[in-house]
């Protein structure tokens, strides 16, 4: 004898349920061998191929009489499970999205993984959501592979107030990706994916959310965001924009951007982009890939100029707001600043605190250069630079982000390195005011756009009977912030998502005394319960029990021909061509 190692030929006839704990454990068939031979090894050859692979699935929890024989297994139809909701279920279907995996926090600690693809047949699609050592199959499957999924749990979950039902894996679920033997007698068709342009989505986007495709090139930087879901778990936000031959678009994506710039996904990129597109809180259409879809490079061709990087436009601070308004809506999306002036006025930094305890912090200041103020935000972490600086210093900005609230443009700094004290020398000698201007009582035909400190005395004449008198609130900010799932809720002002507060608004028509002109009126928070009389709990309480429009009726009784003093500020109202008066304060 040499000594040598006999070696044992191969059962092939394991084969088969080698691929299967291959795929339900998210490992290659040769990583399962290699398991096999070393089962083998460590048990001194005793035991034979079958007893090595059954010590194997054993170590991972699996039994291995649950690698089914599926000659005589049936398989249903996707309507049929979608309908049915039995508990255990096997389908068969394609692969028509696919979502990363993503790492979370189980309530006893322990770290988890899970990813989600949806499959469809002819009739219907459905979510299955892969757990921890299944996740991996996520990265194994593409666009239009077979899936062929037996023991399936359905679940029926919540999502935007929608019932869903989704399948979820178990220890004892099998899944093959494009099974060789595929002898079932549910027919998969491929799927077509047809892709829409930037134009059509924006004319055709009628309900609230619609499925879309789109191919485009990214023309703004990526830069994430971290914020805090109300449940303590972080999440991390990046919006950029894309442009095709018809139009640009805002994109986001709600998970971590990290992989998809190691695959090139970046600005001049070529990308594919699955997702919902809804309106966004200002109207504009947008496309979110939150729990709905993904983003991949693409290798179409698209007519497009050569794309330069916009360097920053430099503007003094009393020309931002006019350079702003003049820009097209495609160009206000991407619009970056530099700017420099003096700290007129230090707010200060103020915390806000979630429901589970997260703290989050909102930095501000005024700005002004000679010709103008302007309001500069900062948050969390960067908040703390108005901190270390004082009334006087002077501030450089770079790649400023201009945001647009219902009144006023505001300066949004995205990270601490876009602004820094410069020396204060080239402002020495400067007259820069920052006075409150003294209150002046005009008539409604005398009021300008734009108009601060005025104050009316007029009569209410009506109520605006369309109306809903409450919306979902910022507490930092106030401002109105939109629903993206999960009873999650947020705050573009603040990017962040946030716990909403609800708040009161109620416009009204005024004239004056004559009643010669007339002007709508709009309150918002305390001028709001002042004006109708009621605190916000009231007014949510008889909303609840008899409907906003019996408690408008109510109200509209209630202050119908009285006199009141406004103090506020006027804004010409461009969507309807008129002017729109904003009560700061009831006497």
């Not at 924009?241 to 190691?262: A, L, S, Y």
């Not at 999650?488 to 716990?499: D, I, L, M, P, S």
């Not at 109202?573 to 700061?584: G, I, L, S, T």
Request: with cysteine; proline share 2%.
């Amino acid at each position: 004898m040499n000594g040598k190692k006999e070696e044992n030929p191969r059962d092939e006839s394991i084969i088969e349920d080698v691929k299967k704990l291959a795929n339900l454990l998210g490992k290659s068939e040769d990583e399962i061998l290699s398991l096999i031979d070393k089962k083998k090894d460590e048990m001194g050859g005793l035991i034979n191929d079958y007893g090595a692979l059954s010590g194997v699935a054993s170590d991972f929890g699996v039994r291995i009489s649950e690698l089914t024989d599926e000659k005589n297994i049936s398989f249903s139809n996707i309507k049929d499970v979608l309908d049915r909701r039995e508990i255990s279920v096997n389908v068969i279907g394609r692969v028509k999205r696919v979502f990363p995996v993503k790492d979370f926090q189980r309530k006893d600690g322990t770290a988890g993984k899970v990813a989600r693809i949806i499959i469809a047949d002819e009739t219907g699609e459905i979510p299955v959501v892969l757990w921890d050592a299944h996740s991996e199959i996520s990265s194994r499957v593409k666009f239009n592979d077979i899936v062929r999924l037996i023991k399936g749990n359905t679940k029926v979950s919540s999502f935007n107030n929608i019932e869903r039902v989704e399948i979820n894996l178990t220890t004892f679920s099998i899944i093959d990706i494009n099974p060789e033997n595929n002898d079932a007698k549910i027919k998969i068709l491929e799927i077509s994916e047809r892709i829409q342009t930037i134009k059509e989505i924006k004319e055709n986007l009628k309900d609230d959310k619609m499925p879309v495709c789109v191919v485009g090139r990214i023309i703004s930087d990526i830069e994430g965001s971290e914020f805090e879901r109300v449940d303590g778990s972080k999440g991390v936000r990046s919006p950029f924009f894309v442009e095709d031959e018809t139009g640009t678009i805002r994109i986001t994506v709600w998970d971590d951007m990290k992989d998809n710039k190691d695959k090139g996904i970046n600005f001049g990129c070529v990308v594919k982009v699955r997702g919902i597109a809804r309106r966004g809180m200002f109207g504009d259409v947008e496309i979110s890939t939150n729990s709905a879809g993904n983003i991949e490079k693409s290798n179409a061709k698209l007519n497009l100029p050569e794309l330069k990087r916009i360097s920053a436009l430099s503007l003094k601070t009393g020309e931002i707001s006019d350079k702003y308004e003049t820009l097209s809506e495609d160009e206000k999306r991407i619009f970056t600043l530099t700017t420099k002036g003096i700290i007129k006025k230090n707010l200060g930094v103020k915390e806000f605190e979630g429901i589970l305890g997260n703290v989050g912090k909102i930095g501000t200041f005024m700005l002004n250069d000679g010709t103008g103020n302007i309001r500069v935000v900062l948050w969390n972490d960067d908040a703390d630079f108005v901190e270390s600086v004082s009334e006087g210093d002077a501030v450089e900005i770079k790649k400023g982000k201009i945001k647009k609230g219902m009144e006023y443009c505001e300066i949004h700094i995205r990270k601490r390195s876009d602004i820094n004290l410069i020396d204060k020398k080239e402002f020495a000698g400067m007259d820069i005011p920052f006075l409150k201007s003294e209150v002046v009582e005009k008539k409604i035909s005398e009021l300008s756009d734009g108009d601060r400190n005025v104050k009316l005395v007029v009569q209410i004449a009506d109520i605006d009977s369309n109306q809903q008198l409450t919306y979902p609130s910022c507490p930092t900010c106030n401002k109105k912030v939109m629903n993206v799932g999960n009873n999650e809720w947020y705050c573009e002002r603040c990017g962040a998502t946030v716990e909403q507060v609800p708040k009161l608004m109620i416009r009204l028509i005024a004239s004056d005394i004559n009643g010669e002109e007339q002007i709508g009126v709009i309150f918002f928070g305390s001028n709001a319960e002042k004006i109708m009389g009621k605190d916000i709990c009231e007014i949510l309480n008889l909303s609840g029990e008899s409907g906003e429009q019996v408690v408008i009726d109510k109200v509209k009784t209630e202050i119908l021909g009285s006199v009141r003093t406004i103090t506020g500020h006027a804004k010409f109202n461009k969507n309807f061509a008129n002017m729109v008066f904003y009560a700061d304060e009831i006497e």
